[in-house]
C-alpha cells in the first residue's frame, strides 16, 4: 500500500541530523515538523522569518499570527526566533541551511527539479524555491511517484519549466525511497506491500535496482 502524506513525512524525519538546520517547503515538507525524533536537536527554518519552528499547534495553543510560509499555524520551540523575510533569505542564500525539504511536479534522473509552474494551470508560483535549491548542499523531493493518472512524475528529463538543476539527492515517494547520482535513480527502499516491478513500471527515468530492496520500516 502506498505510503501517506504523514508517512513518508515520516520517512523523512529520519534523514535529519543532531545540529541540523532544516528548511521545509509547503505542503508534505511542513508535517516533518510533527516527527522529528525524541532527543535530536534541529532547528527548523521557515522562510518567511522564522527559525526554531515546532510541531503543528493543537487548538489550545494556536496562535494566528505565528504561521510558516504556506500560512499553516506552528508552534515555536525553545531558543526560537523571528526575523524579516529578508534575513531569512540570506540565511538561505548564504549557504547556512543544512537541509531542504521540497515538493515537486517532476524530478528527473540529473536531479533536476520544476515544482513551480504548469502552463495554462493557476499555480502559487515560485516563492523562495530557486534560493533554497541553490543555497542547501542536501536537498529532499517528497512527491506522489506518479500523477493521479498513473503518469510517472519520474523522469528521464524533465518536461516543465526548472526550479534547479543538478541540485536534488533523494526523493521519497509514496512508493520509494530513491538516490539520485551517476545520472539514474538509486532505488534503496520500497514502502511496506510495494513491489519493485510496481516501482519500476512507473519509473520513467533511468533505475537501478539492487539484488535486495528492504520495505521502509515504521
Not at 533554497?132 to 523531493?141: E, W, Y
Amino acid at each position: 500500500m502506498s505510503l501517506s502524506r504523514d508517512q513518508i513525512a515520516q520517512r523523512v524525519a529520519r534523514e535529519l541530523e543532531d545540529g541540523y538546520y532544516v528548511n521545509l517547503g509547503i505542503g508534505i515538507p511542513t508535517l516533518v515538523a510533527n516527527y522529528v525524533p525524541d532527543g535530536m536537536e534541529v532547528m527548523l527554518q521557515s522562510e518567511n522569518g522564522l527559525l526554531g519552528m515546532g510541531q503543528f499547534p493543537t487548538e489550545a495553543e494556536i496562535d494566528a499570527d505565528m504561521i510558516n510560509a504556506g500560512k499553516q499555524t506552528v508552534t515555536t520551540v525553545t531558543g526560537a526566533s523571528i526575523f524579516s523575510s529578508a534575513e531569512s533569505f540570506a540565511m538561505i542564500r548564504g549557504g547556512h541551511v543544512d537541509l531542504t525539504v521540497l515538493g515537486a511536479f517532476e524530478v528527473d534522473q540529473n536531479g533536476n527539479i520544476a515544482s513551480y509552474m504548469i502552463p495554462g494551470k493557476l499555480i502559487k508560483g515560485m516563492g523562495g524555491a530557486m534560493d533554497l535549491v541553490a543555497g542547501a548542499d542536501n536537498i529532499i523531493v517528497t512527491m506522489t511517484h506518479a500523477s493521479k493518472h498513473g503518469e510517472s512524475k519520474l523522469l528521464e528529463k524533465c518536461t516543465l519549466p526548472l526550479t534547479g538543476v543538478s541540485c536534488i539527492k533523494k526523493v521519497i515517494t509514496d512508493l520509494a525511497l530513491l538516490e539520485i547520482k551517476d545520472g539514474a535513480f538509486h532505488l534503496l527502499e520500497r514502502a511496506p506491500g510495494i513491489s519493485v516491478e510496481e516501482i519500476v513500471e512507473k519509473t520513467a527515468g533511468k533505475l537501478v535496482v539492487p539484488d535486495n530492496v528492504p520495505e521502509m520500516a515504521f
